[in-house]
Nanobody, 119 residues
Framework: QVQLVQSGGGLVLAGESLRLSCAAS????????IGWFRQASGKEREWVAG???????TYLDSVKGRFTISLDGAKSTSYLQMNRLKPEDTAVYYC?????????????WGQGTQVTVSS
């Protein structure tokens, strides 16, 4: 059974950094891509960043230049490096996996991890 296990959330001050990780198991070398999402209290879930097997990276406009997504294929792990965090980044962050063929309908979701940024 394919699973995503997340870690790296926490409570930080504005301007500080966190790195989130998303480790996939049970994929058996299958072609896939990773998306990162977040959901703030009282708001709907929004897409934050994505990465393809060709290392093509895309970002939500509000995090460009601050967040960096990466994918370590050997470890089947995606990372979201978050720098210069702002209070408005506070949310539960989720990673999600999509198997090929890619249609942006994600197949598996991580459990979520809380990121809280205080001012």
């Amino acid at each position: 059974q394919v699973q995503l296990v997340q870690s790296g959330g926490g409570l930080v001050l504005a301007g500080e950094s966190l790195r989130l990780s998303c480790a996939a198991s049970g994929i058996s070398g299958r072609d896939h891509r990773i998306g990162w999402f977040r959901q703030a209290s009282g708001k709907e879930r929004e897409w934050v960043a994505g990465i393809t097997s060709a290392d093509t990276k895309t970002y939500l406009d509000s995090v460009k230049g601050r967040f960096t997504i990466s994918l370590d294929g050997a470890k089947s792990t995606s990372y979201l490096q978050m720098n210069r965090l702002k209070p408005e980044d506070t949310a539960v962050y989720y990673c999600a996996l999509e198997f090929a063929p890619f249609d942006f309908e994600y197949d598996v979701w991580g459990q979520g991890t809380q990121v809280t940024v205080s001012s």
